[in-house]
C-alpha cells in the first residue's frame, strides 16, 4: 500500500508538472504569436504619430510603409530629430508664395532637415495675380539649388482666402502659368517637379494635364480614386489634423505610394520608379544602379 501511495505521488507530480510545463510553454507562444501579430500590424508601423480627427475613409494610407510631413511657418518651431525618430521618412517644407512672399521659418527648416537627415524638398505656391516668370524668379532666387534635396513642389489651388487675390484665372491660363514654372524649377534644381493639388483645382483645371509629372494629391476624408477621375498619385495628404512628435499641434501628414525599395529608387532618381524607364534615356531622372533598375517594379 505504501509503495503504491508513493507511486500514486509520483505520477501525480509528474502529471502536475507537465501540465505546469504545457500551461508555461502555451503562455510563451500566445506572447510570441502576440508580439509578432504587433509587429506587423499596419497601425503600428508608426505608433507615436496620431491624428486628432482620425477618418475611417482614409485608414488604408496608414498601412502604407514611407510617412512623411509638409511644414511651414504654422508649425512653428520643429524639432527635426524628434520627428525623424518617430519615423517620418520625408518632408516638403514651403519656401516661397507668389513673387514676393518667403516663408518666415524656410531657412531654418531647411537647413533643420537636412541635419536630423530627413529628406526634403521646397514648395511653391502659386499666386494667380503674379504672372509666373515672376514667381519662377522668385523660387529660384530663394531656393538653394541642392543636389540632394528631393523635387521641388508647385503647390496650385485657388486662392479664395486670399485677401489681395481671391480670383480664379480661365483654365488655359492656368496651365500656361503652370507650365512656366514647372519648366523653370526643373531648369533651377535639375529635378522634375512634383504638382500638388486639391479635389476642386484637380477637377476644374488639371483633370487629362500633365501625366507625366508626378501628383501630390489632398484628400482628408476619401481614397484617391474616389476623388481624382484617372489621376495616378505619387504622394497622397490623407489627413491636416495629424500629431507628430517634433511638432506641436496639427500637421499634414502624407505617404508615398510604394514599397520602400521604390522610395529609396525615388529618392537617388528624384523620378517616380514607375516612369523611370521612360524618362531616364532623356536625362529627366538621376541613374540608378544596374541591381535597382532590376528591381524597380519590388
Known sequence: MTKRRRSSRRSTSSGLTTILRAARFGALTAIAFGLASCAISPTSRYPAKGDVRPHQGVATAHRLPIHGVDISKWQGQVDWAS???????????????????????FTENWYGAKKAGVPRGAYHFVFWCRPAHEQAAWFKKNVPADPEALPPVLDVE??????????KVPREQALSMIGVMLREMEAHTGKRPIIYTDIT?????LEGEFSDYPFWIRST?????????????????????????????????NTFYG???????????????????KLVPHGRCMPLDPVQTASIGD
Open 83 to 105: 520627428l525623424r525618430q518617430a519615423g517620418t521618412k520625408f518632408a516638403f517644407i514651403k519656401a516661397t508664395e507668389g513673387g514676393d512672399h518667403i516663408d518666415s521659418r
Open 158 to 167: 485657388w486662392n479664395g482666402q486670399s485677401v489681395n487675390c481671391p480670383k
Open 201 to 205: 483645382f484637380h477637377k476644374e483645371i
Open 221 to 253: 476624408a476619401a481614397e484617391p480614386h474616389e476623388r481624382y477621375a484617372d489621376r495616378r498619385w505619387t504622394f497622397w495628404q490623407f489627413t491636416t489634423t495629424g500629431r507628430v512628435p517634433g511638432v506641436d499641434g496639427d500637421v499634414d501628414r
Open 259 to 277: 514599397t520602400e525599395n521604390q522610395w529609396r529608387m525615388f529618392v537617388q532618381s528624384a523620378c517616380d520608379p514607375r516612369d523611370y524607364r
